[in-house]
């Protein structure tokens, strides 16, 4: 016994030594440029190959039991050039933080939406612009539009009850297309696309292509493209909660399940936004002021521009690997929100209910060749809610009905129903060409029983096309593409499109002629709707005899980059032929013993145009301050009637400063940005002209990320939004420049919490 104790005891002696003399070695491992944290990066160590790891989603790593000594540390990533630093170690914890440089031919990020294939944006032939994820977390944005708006200067908008109305260069969202994820997004009411169903917290990056893109997405792009793509799952598992607060109730929350492993990915995520709402004037104009002036010619009014709202998305994400060739997606969602007016202004509420359903598949050939095909149904309902009872009257073209409506009731105004089917193929023919064929189907259903001449209208849309693009030489390249159209009610058209990109050194050149293509809408060919706006009864009237719209857009642009210094400017005209517009027809005698005062019918005016010039620069200082700045003139005309487009600012200017320090469990980030905007013109009904006033807004947000927790990141955001408490105060009822209510705080917080296999 008393020999076991020795033995005993002279082992452990021994291995004392050998335990203490481990060392452990940690640290970060994060982009030289951005300073952003670099995640699945390889670590190892050069003369020990079977001690290795990888960094986790928020660029931690760590190796552990390694004997004291000198080394050679290596670290790789796709994209970033190898490291190699030769280090000490000691006894115990060792951390090393590591900077990776990017390699110099993926310094730019990927894009997609102007040629439908991924270029770099370097090297892209049709000029995009992009915002990325980190301008998005930088300027915590109430919502996409203004997030858009705040970055690229040709991009305005403004807000109603009935949605967001966004324009590019001058043409508004008639003529913009919205792509989710290279998709046509549907539903909204009239023309605006509801965007309260994405949370910007979501986004991974927008990309924006100006000027008509009929010949790749069909119509309606004639003013150009917006596409926003969503985050991907990328880790085994992650789980995400982003909530913002602000004043007048406002909260916005998005939280989400992401798991990838294997063949299978999964995305859920639940958004919810409220707001309360404000009155910025308790006074509006008195409509009868102009017939007798005796009257006041302001009186109270209890209507908020901006009414309080409450809505929430569910959506569900599916991806399936069958095998090395053939991959299958699904998307679901379901989407809410309701509008509620003050009690003493309406007696109704709004309610709006968006159920879509999308599938697809794509299967790789060889060559990296590849065909694709998607499935999306979209159904969008648009009630009006009553809390109380009340006496309602329809009309309709024949009769006029009087029903009561009891509280909780809901009457349908309209509900649009969505069915298009896409199929893709992108071939490398050779080293020089690559070709996409495609081919669509869109059909449209409109259901509203007390707004158009008939209870439910129809349109079908069939296009084909093809794209190619082919390398001229080392610094030319061309793309051609043509698309063929048939709408059942506007006939066949062709879109074709020309662009070259020339590329010498630092300076891209890019000239581009397309042509674009709108049908008319159904409500534009079937409307049917009496209304009191402006202090007169008047009746709107769809016209089915409406031409199609088209554009032939043109467009030059230089970009320059020299080492940290990015800057373009792009010259553009895009005239409209057979714009669609209201035009006062005499109002019959039936309709005037109803109490119609005035009657408007669409029609096609002859000529518009947009023309203008965009500049933009980024600079990135000390690779910690990074600067962007942007200028837009537009001159957007009517030129049948020769004067302004209604609701365009002809000048408009952005700036955004962002400075990053990096600790090692602590990132800051403060950011400056702000907008100007010109006044804008608008023709009223009763064809008085008025504007709405100019304004600027700076903004003013601090971002505060911790990483003292293995595998979870915690980031505070503080900020002052309308630094400058900027109001216009105009009546109710005027054409507002801007909704902001002034000077307002704002915080939030962003946890994520990852778990993912090292390899």
């Given at each position: 016994m008393h020999k076991f104790v020795v033995v005993a005891a002279l082992l452990i002696t021994l291995s004392l030594p050998t335990y203490s003399q481990s060392a452990t070695l940690k640290g970060n491992i994060y982009n030289k440029e951005s300073l952003e944290s670099i995640g699945f990066a390889n670590v190892y160590i050069d003369s020990l190959y079977s001690t290795a790891t990888a960094s986790n989603a928020y660029g931690h790593y760590q190796l552990n039991k390694l004997k004291p000594g000198h080394y050679t540390l290596c670290v790789s990533h796709l994209g970033y050039e190898i490291h190699q630093q030769k280090v000490e170690l000691q006894e115990g914890l060792n951390t090393i933080d590591i900077a990776l440089n990017p390699k110099s031919e993926t310094l730019s990020p990927i894009v997609v939406t102007g040629t439908g294939t991924h270029h770099r944006i370097d090297n892209v032939p049709v000029q995009t612009e992009i915002i990325t994820q980190k301008d998005i977390a930088e300027l915590s944005g109430r919502n996409v539009e203004e997030i858009i708006s705040s970055i690229s200067s040709s991009i305005d908008y403004t807000n109603s009850s009935m949605g967001t109305n966004i324009k590019i260069n001058g043409l508004g969202s008639d003529y913009v297309l919205i792509l989710l994820n290279g998709k046509r997004l549907t539903g909204g009411v009239g023309s605006y696309v509801d965007l309260t169903r994405i949370n910007s917290e979501d986004i991974a990056q927008i990309e924006i292509v100006k000027g008509a893109s009929s010949t790749l997405y069909g119509s309606d792009a004639i003013a150009g493209v917006i596409n926003i793509i969503t985050k991907k799952p990328k880790q085994n598992l992650s789980i995400t909660n982003n909530t913002r607060?602000?004043?007048?109730?406002?909260?916005?929350?998005?939280?989400?399940?992401?798991?990838?492993?294997?063949?299978?990915?999964?995305?859920?995520?639940?958004?919810?936004?409220?707001?309360?709402?404000?009155?910025?004037?308790?006074?509006?104009?008195?409509?009868?002021?102009?017939?007798?002036?005796?009257?006041?010619?302001?009186?109270?009014?209890?209507?908020?521009?901006?009414?309080?709202?409450?809505?929430?998305?569910?959506?569900?994400?599916?991806?399936?690997?069958?095998?090395?060739?053939?991959?299958?997606?699904?998307?679901?969602?379901?989407?809410?929100?309701?509008?509620?007016?003050?009690?003493?202004?309406?007696?109704?509420?709004?309610?709006?209910?968006?159920?879509?359903?999308?599938?697809?598949?794509?299967?790789?050939?060889?060559?990296?060749?590849?065909?694709?095909?998607?499935?999306?149904?979209?159904?969008?309902?648009?009630?009006?809610?009553?809390?109380?009872?009340?006496?309602?009257?329809?009309?309709?073209?024949?009769?006029?009905?009087?029903?009561?409506?009891?509280?909780?009731?809901?009457?349908?105004?309209?509900?649009?129903?969505?069915?298009?089917?896409?199929?893709?193929?992108?071939?490398?023919?050779?080293?020089?060409?690559?070709?996409?064929?495609?081919?669509?189907?869109?059909?449209?259903?409109?259901?509203?029983?007390y707004r158009l001449t008939k209870p439910d209208v129809e349109a079908h849309t069939y296009a084909v096309y093809a794209q190619n693009e082919t390398k001229l030489t080392d610094k030319l390249d061309l793309v051609t593409g043509l698309r063929a159209i048939y709408h059942n009610q506007a006939g066949f058209s062709l879109?074709?499109?020309?662009?070259?990109?020339?590329?010498?050194?630092?300076?891209?050149?890019?000239?581009?002629?397309?042509?674009?293509?709108?049908?008319?809408?159904?409500?534009?060919?079937?409307?049917?709707?009496?209304?009191?706006?402006?202090?007169?009864?008047?009746?709107?009237?769809?016209?089915?005899?409406?031409?199609?719209?088209?554009?032939?857009?043109?467009?030059?642009?230089?970009?320059?980059?020299?080492?940290?210094?990015?800057?373009?400017?792009?010259?553009?005209?895009?005239?409209?032929?057979?714009?669609?517009?209201?035009?006062?027809?005499?109002?019959?005698?039936?309709?005037?013993?109803?109490?119609?005062?005035?009657?408007?019918?669409?029609?096609?005016?002859?000529?518009?145009?947009?023309?203008?010039?965009?500049?933009?620069?980024?600079?990135?200082?000390?690779?910690?301050?990074?600067?962007?700045?942007?200028?837009?003139?537009?001159?957007?005309?009517?030129?049948?009637?020769?004067?302004?487009?209604?609701?365009v600012s002809k000048h408009s200017a952005t700036a955004k400063a962002a400075w990053t320090k990096r600790w090692k469990s602590y990132h800051l980030n403060l950011t400056l940005a702000g907008v100007y905007k010109s006044d804008r013109f608008y023709l009223e009904e009763d064809l008085e002209r008025t504007t709405a006033k100019p304004y600027q807004l700076w903004k003013l947000t601090s971002s505060h990320t911790l990483k003292y927790i293995k595998s979870c990141n915690i980031t505070g955001i503080i900020g002052v939004d309308n630094i400058l408490d900027y109001v216009d105060d105009s009546p109710y009822g005027s054409h507002y420049g801007t909704l902001n209510p002034g000077r307002t705080i704002f915080a939030g917080v962003n946890l994520k919490f990852s778990k993912s296999n090292k390899t």
């Open positions: 607060l602000g004043a007048y109730g406002e909260l916005k929350q998005l939280n989400s399940v992401n798991y990838s492993k294997g063949k299978l990915s999964s995305k859920t995520t639940f958004n919810y936004k409220q707001k309360d709402g404000y009155q910025i004037n308790n006074m509006r104009f008195n409509n009868k002021w102009e017939s007798n002036h005796d009257l006041p010619y302001l009186v109270p009014t209890y209507y908020k521009p901006v009414n309080k709202s409450r809505a929430y998305t569910i959506s569900q994400h599916f991806a399936y690997d069958i095998n090395n060739k053939l991959s299958i997606n699904t998307d679901l969602s379901w989407y809410e929100k309701r509008l509620f007016f003050p009690f003493k202004a309406q007696m109704h509420d709004y309610y709006y209910n968006d159920r879509t359903a999308a599938a697809g598949a794509k299967y790789k050939l060889k060559n990296k060749n590849f065909i694709e095909l998607s499935l999306s149904y979209n159904n969008y309902l648009y009630y009006t809610e009553y809390p109380y009872k009340f006496n309602e009257t329809f009309i309709t073209n024949t009769e006029v009905l009087n029903q009561t409506i009891y509280s909780g009731d809901r009457f349908k105004n309209s509900e649009t129903q969505t069915i298009n089917t896409q199929f893709k193929g992108v071939f490398n023919l050779n080293k020089k060409n690559r070709l996409s064929v495609g081919a669509e189907l869109l059909s449209e259903y409109l259901e509203a029983q879109t074709p499109k020309l662009t070259l990109m020339y590329k010498h050194s630092n300076l891209i050149h890019r000239l581009t002629y397309s042509n674009g293509f709108k049908s008319p809408t159904l409500k534009e060919l079937y409307y049917y709707y009496e209304s009191d706006r402006m202090g007169m009864y008047r009746l709107y009237l769809g016209n089915k005899d409406l031409k199609p719209q088209r554009s032939h857009y043109i467009s030059y642009s230089t970009e320059v980059k020299i080492k940290a210094l990015r800057t373009s400017i792009n010259l553009y005209i895009n005239r409209v032929n057979d714009k669609i517009d209201y035009a006062i027809i005499p109002t019959s005698y039936d309709h005037r013993r109803r109490g119609i005062e005035e009657t408007k019918m669409r029609y096609n005016i002859d000529e518009a145009q947009t023309i203008g010039i965009d500049w933009h620069a980024a600079f990135t200082f000390f690779k910690q301050l990074q600067v962007q700045t942007g200028y837009s003139y537009v001159d957007a005309r009517n030129l049948t009637q020769n004067i302004r487009l209604n609701g």
